[in-house]
């Protein structure tokens, strides 16, 4: 029962009739009445040049109630951390909003791995493979057995228009494949509308009960090292390997302002990967709900982004900012050495067309390394 707090009873007018009752109503109606019509006018006119941005809108629940009960860790062999790092890596490991950002060598995953064993943990990997994508689907899935998760419970949700085509990889203790059926579209576009819908839809209804955590992935790349729980939290982006230390206004954000996905110059903090990306069920929920949402406005208006559902993705992610970051580490491909061919072909549009063919992406190789290399 929710009862009416009593100072707005207090505050409601008492029904008495007088003879200013009538002067009152105009005095009190006829402004009201003057500004819903202007509100009107407003959304019918201005609103027509001034989006109202749902990706940018105030986030409700959220956060949601951690249900993963309390452990303790027990003695283990460790480095003590240092305070005062004597670091010669010069890499930001925290956002300005305290999310910590992933690298290797800044956590020690045998304190992590124990922590959320006791807490018993699921990941569900979320992937799609249709069409020719199919065929990435072994690599993937094999590579995971080894790297993803060791240890862990995990259920590989694959979304595919061919089950028969799907390999025979079979889980190891404690993990589970799950195999839905899902359409193939000629259209890229649609593609991209379709995954963030059905990941919404399930989140909701069937993973929601499941597991614990999501994990969304791109089936065109393999895992090249371990990656663990380290990189689970109530929400986690991966920082775009082409993209990481550039300033706000070269990042490849959406630049029209009628579209969903805009982000002004003047605005960003990184540029996500739409590759890579998950958090608490609840929160993965939000964000692919929101995102289809708006892309289907998008698609309504006729206007057509830069980046797919990537760029919907870093407005979300502008607004609603993470809990962790992943570092480029996470999206590596040896290739990315030579970034600025990758830059060139990314301007010219020929991104999309490689990445097809690309599978060779390396998960986690240090940064380090590259600056020592070259
Ligand atoms: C954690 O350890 C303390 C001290 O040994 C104990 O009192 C507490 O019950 C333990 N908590 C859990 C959740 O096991
Ligand atoms: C972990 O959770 C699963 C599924 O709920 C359950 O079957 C299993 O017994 C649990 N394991 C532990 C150690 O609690």
């Known amino acids: 029962m929710v009862e009416t707090p009593k100072a707005v009873i207090q ?4 029904s008495e009739k007088s003879k200013y009752h009538s002067l009152l109503s105009v005095i009190f109606f006829f402004p009201l009445t003057l500004s819903l019509a202007f509100s009107v006018y407003a959304f019918l006119v201005l609103g027509r040049q001034k989006p109202k941005y749902i990706l940018a809108e105030d986030s409700v ?12 860790v027990s003695r283990m062999w460790y480095y003590q951390s240092k305070l005062l790092a004597t670091s010669s890596e010069n890499i930001a490991i925290q956002t300005p909003w305290l999310a910590p950002i992933v690298w290797d060598g800044t956590f020690q995953i045998k304190i992590l791995n124990q922590q959320f064993r006791l807490q018993n943990v699921s990941i569900g990997l979320v992937v799609f493979a249709t069409g020719e994508y199919v065929a990435f689907l072994k690599a993937f899935l094999q590579t995971a057995e080894t790297y993803f998760m060791e240890g862990h419970r995990v259920k590989y949700y694959i979304f595919t228009d061919q089950p028969a085509s799907v390999p025979l990889v079979k889980p190891s203790k404690g993990r ?23 990941i919404s839809l399930f989140s909701q209804e069937r993973f929601a ?55 002004s110059e003047d605005e960003g903090d990184f540029y996500y990967s739409g590759a890579f990306f998950g958090g608490k069920v609840l929160e ?17 208006a006729h206007i057509q982004v830069m980046r797919h559902d990537e760029s919907y993705l870093n407005k979300y992610l502008l607004h609603n900012k993470p809990t962790k970051v992943l570092s480029p580490e996470y999206m590596w491909n040896k290739e990315f050495l030579n970034r600025q061919r990758f830059l060139e072909e990314f301007i010219n549009g020929e991104m999309f067309a490689n990445v097809l063919y690309v599978i060779a992406y390396e998960v986690k190789v240090m940064l380090k390394s590259q600056g020592q290399e070259s």
């Open 11 to 14: 505050l409601l007018p008492k």
């Open 176 to 198: 589970q494949m799950v195999i839905l059926e899902a359409q193939a579209s000629a259209h890229p576009l649609n593609t991209y509308i379709y995954r963030m819908e059905v």
């Open 284 to 300: 993965v929920y939000r964000l692919t709900k929101l995102c289809y949402q708006a892309m289907m406005l998008d698609q309504a």
């Open 61 to 72: 629940t959220v956060r949601e109630v951690d249900h993963l009960k309390i452990v303790n």
């Open 209 to 263: 009960k499941e597991v614990d955590y999501l994990v969304c992935a791109h089936v065109n790349m393999v895992f090249c090292n371990s990656v663990g729980v380290e990189i689970l939290s109530s929400l986690f982006g991966t920082l775009h390997p082409l993209f990481f230390e550039f300033p706000r206004q070269m990042l490849a954000y959406e630049r029209q302002p009628q579209s969903q996905a805009y982000i």
